[in-house]
Nanobody
Framework: QVQLVESGGGLVQPGGSLRLSCVAS????????MGWYRQAPGKERELVAR???????NYADSVKGRFTISRDSAKNTVYLQMNSLKPEDTAVYYCNAFLWTYGRWRHYWGQGTQVTVSS
């Protein structure tokens, strides 16, 4: 069984920064890609940023130039550096991992961390 544990959310003023972290733990798995999604109240969950095992990244248009995703493969950890935060970035942020475990590809999700941008 694989577990994803997020940290780093919180309350920040507009224009501020936060850094989210997500660690994957467990046994017998190989990660292909990790990413961050978010879900605001009354809205569908959307992709924020994603990074593959070879370092390719993609971002939602709304966060390009403000957010940066990175990973430490040795630690099975993915980070999301969020700068110039806006109130519309307020959401629950979920970590996702697409990985190979016990003979199949699977998606795993973290429990979510709240990010609130407000003055």
């Amino acid at each position: 069984q694989v577990q994803l544990v997020e940290s780093g959310g919180g309350l920040v003023q507009p224009g501020g920064s936060l850094r989210l972290s997500c660690v994957a733990s467990g046994s017998s798995f190989s990660i292909n890609a990790m990413g961050w999604y978010r879900q605001a109240p009354g809205k569908e969950r959307e992709l924020v940023a994603r990074i593959t095992s070879d370092g390719n990244t993609n971002y939602a248009d709304s966060v390009k130039g403000r957010f940066t995703i990175s990973r430490d493969s040795a630690k099975n950890t993915v980070y999301l550096q969020m700068n110039s935060l806006k109130p519309e970035d307020t959401a629950v942020y979920y970590c996702n991992a697409f990985l190979w475990t016990y003979g199949r590809w699977r998606h795993y999700w973290g429990q979510g961390t709240q990010v609130t941008v407000s003055s």
